[in-house]
Nanobody, 121 residues
Framework: QVQLVESGGGLVQAGGSLRLSCTAS????????MGWYRQGPGNQRELVAGITSSSGTNYADSVKGRFTISRDNGKNTVYLQMNSLKPEDTAVYYC???????????????WGQGTQVTVSS
C-alpha cells in the first residue's frame, strides 16, 4: 500500500559526493521518522542517519560531519547528502520510514529496495 523508491546510488571515487533520495507513495496520512541504513559485504545492516517528523537528526559516528540527512514533507521524500566518501562507505543503502496510512489506518514500517553505493580508492 506504500512504496519507498530510492535513487541516487552509483560508483564514485574516494573523496567524492553522492546524494540519495527516497520518496514514499501510496495511501499516506503522515510520515513519522525516516532514516537511511546500510549493509556492507559481510556486515549487518546499520543505521547511518535518522530524521524525525520535526527534522531532528542523528548520525552514526562514522558519518558525522560528512553526511547530511534532510526531508521534504511536501514531497514525502528524504535525502542523504554524502560528502568526502570513503571506500568503507561502500554498501547497499536502504531507506526506512514509519508511515501512518494504509487500510486499516495505522503506523506501518516500510523499507526501500536498496541502492548500491560503491566508493573506489
Amino acid at each position: 500500500q506504500v512504496q519507498l523508491v530510492e535513487s541516487g546510488g552509483g560508483l564514485v571515487q574516494a573523496g567524492g559526493s553522492l546524494r540519495l533520495s527516497c520518496t514514499a507513495s501510496g495511501i499516506i496520512f503522515s510520515i513519522n521518522a525516516m532514516g537511511w541504513y546500510r549493509q556492507g559485504p559481510g556486515n549487518q545492516r546499520e543505521l547511518v542517519a535518522g530524521i524525525t517528523s520535526s527534522s531532528g537528526t542523528n548520525y552514526a559516528d562514522s558519518v558525522k560531519g560528512r553526511f547530511t540527512i534532510s526531508r521534504d514533507n511536501g514531497k514525502n521524500t528524504v535525502y542523504l547528502q554524502m560528502n568526502s566518501l570513503k571506500p568503507e562507505d561502500t554498501a547497499v543503502y536502504y531507506c526506512n520510514a514509519g508511515v501512518v496510512g494504509g487500510i486499516p489506518l495505522k503506523l506501518y514500517e516500510y523499507w526501500g529496495q536498496g541502492t548500491q553505493v560503491t566508493v573506489s580508492s
